[in-house]
């Protein structure tokens, strides 16, 4: 359970302690200066001073600004966001690699290609895809953990001369534990005797039934080096996709998900953030995890400099006061100080999790799983 003390909130509001704990004693609750008081009390205590913080999910540590429910005539499609999964060496990367090579729109200025934790292809007839570029399960699970769900969608890749393995079989688990739809693509048909028929059979035992076996999940047979396939998975995320009828609203503030962060020695902190909701410009003040900042450039996956970003896009943000964790929360809010307040608020929040936490910090799980 995550605790300030009175005094450490009120310095946080720039308010007086006294003023604080008057308006403790009035709601009830008492509490001297050096009390620690609760989440739910200190939201309390906000709201009482016309602060409308409310928490962003169920994770407890995290503690944000989200808006208001958009209303439905606000809402429009948006591109899937996919992540690939599966076994070690069945073909995750070069999978991915192909599938932007063969898709993605070239920049007019020739940008490069660049690695910010996921990227967006764009087919000729002007749908998109987002992939996450962090294959694997351990960025998965971080992620799911921290309370972000931002996958739509699940590749599982297998490739049909090793078969089904440990990781595919976990990649499963945490398919169907997260309720996202997967589909299966069959790598490396480009091998002599390859045999799909062999996985679709073998994908049973572990209650997966792909539609030529009776069931609903898609197939796909795929190489990825001799870049086959890659067009009919395509098709199958965009048919997915379409029957999830993804939709955000992309005129409000912006709101996304960190997917990468690091320090940059010429740039300073870069974040990598998938926007959920809302478009996100230059200048933009905004909250990510326990930091801060205003957007002094945005960079797309192609190393090109944007204006805006909307829904579904990754997107590189310049402006930090410091790197945040992947899975934390981002929010454009009004000003600067309300950005500095429910900044330190979640560092504060982060720190006495920290301190009452014997556990590895995900971090280090993390870490430890590479
Ligand atoms: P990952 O560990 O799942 O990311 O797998 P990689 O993409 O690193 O691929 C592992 C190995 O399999 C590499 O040597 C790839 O060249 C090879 N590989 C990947 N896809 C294919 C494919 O479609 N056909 C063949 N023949 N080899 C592949
Ligand atoms: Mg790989």
Redesign the pocket.
């Known amino acids: 359970p995550e605790t300030i003390t009175v005094a450490e909130l009120a310095n946080r509001m720039a308010e007086r302690t006294m003023n604080i704990t008057r308006t403790l004693a009035r709601l009830g609750m008492p509490a001297a200066s050096t009390d620690e008081i609760d989440q739910d009390t200190a939201e309390l205590v906000l709201a009482e001073f016309g602060h409308t913080i409310v928490r962003v999910s169920d994770a407890d540590v995290e503690i944000g600004m989200v808006g208001e429910e958009d209303i439905d005539d606000h809402l429009l499609p948006r591109p899937p966001v996919v992540t690939i999964m ?10 991915l690699d192909a599938l932007r090579g063969t898709n993605v729109v070239k920049g007019e200025a020739g940008g490069i290609t660049q690695h910010i934790g996921a990227y967006q292809i764009t087919r000729k007839s002007g749908e998109k895809i987002t992939f996450l570029d962090t ?1 694997g399960h351990e960025a998965f699970s971080a992620m799911r953990a921290r309370g972000a769900d931002i996958t739509d969608i699940v590749v599982l ?1 297998v490739a049909w001369d090793d078969g089904i393995m440990p990781q595919t079989i976990e990649a499963i688990h945490h398919v169907k534990d997260a309720g996202v739809p997967m589909i299966v693509a069959i ?5 002599a005797g390859a045999d799909a028929q062999k996985i679709r059979t073998a994908l049973l035992q572990y209650d997966v039934q792909v539609e030529e076996m009776g069931g609903e999940v898609q197939d796909v047979e ?5 870049k086959t396939g890659l067009d009919e998975l395509i098709d199958k995320i965009l048919l997915q996709a379409e029957l999830l009828e993804l939709k955000a609203n992309p005129d409000r503030a912006a709101e996304g998900t960190v997917i990468e962060a690091r320090l940059d020695k010429g740039r300073g902190p870069l974040a990598s953030v998938l926007i959920n909701r809302g478009t996100l410009k230059t200048g933009d003040i905004f909250v990510i995890g326990a930091e801060w900042g205003k957007v002094r450039a945005l960079v797309d996956d192609q190393g090109k400099q944007i204006k805006t970003a909307g829904p579904a896009l990754p997107v590189e943000i310049l402006g930090l006061s410091g790197v945040p964790k992947a899975g934390d929360a981002f929010a454009v809010v009004e000003t600067e100080a309300r950005a500095r307040e429910v900044a330190s608020y979640r560092a504060s929040v982060e720190t006495a999790a920290r301190t009452e936490s014997s556990m590895p910090s995900l971090e280090e799980q993390f870490l430890a799983l590479k």
């Open positions: 599966g076994h070690v060496d069945h073909g995750k990367t070069s999978l294959p890749v790598n490396k048909m480009d091998k795929v190489s990825a080096t001799a």
